[in-house]
């Protein structure tokens, strides 16, 4: 096959196809956004939008250029899309619940403490 008639965003050989830049960080971080809500959902929220910002480069990077990078790399970008705008949803729903209980919750803790003479 001669190289003038391939594509110019091909590679010449498929086993010469490169990862795709922070494709697996951002697959990572959306595990760790989605992980982190049981501890802290405010770091969650912080990773979940640096795994989003990695995942839209690495996604928009692969579209540029498809031949280039591997598929694996590219899946490996569109799940860390998805686990960061889902570690991002529970952790805005989990601050708002945390903050609309907040008053309540101390209301019922200071109640507790008067009630026991702790």
Sequence with gaps: MDEMNQAPNSPVNPQQQLMLPNSTASLVL???SIASLCCCSIIGFVVGIIGLVLGINAVALYRQSP???T???FKNA???KICSIVGLG???LNNLLIFALWKPYT???KGLIEQYSF
Excluded: R
């Design 67 to 69: 031949g280039v990078y």
């Design 71 to 73: 598929d694996a790399s």
């Design 78 to 80: 569109n799940a860390g």
């Design 30 to 32: 959306g595990i760790i």
């Design 107 to 109: 209301e019922l803790i």
């Design 90 to 92: 529970l952790s805005v």
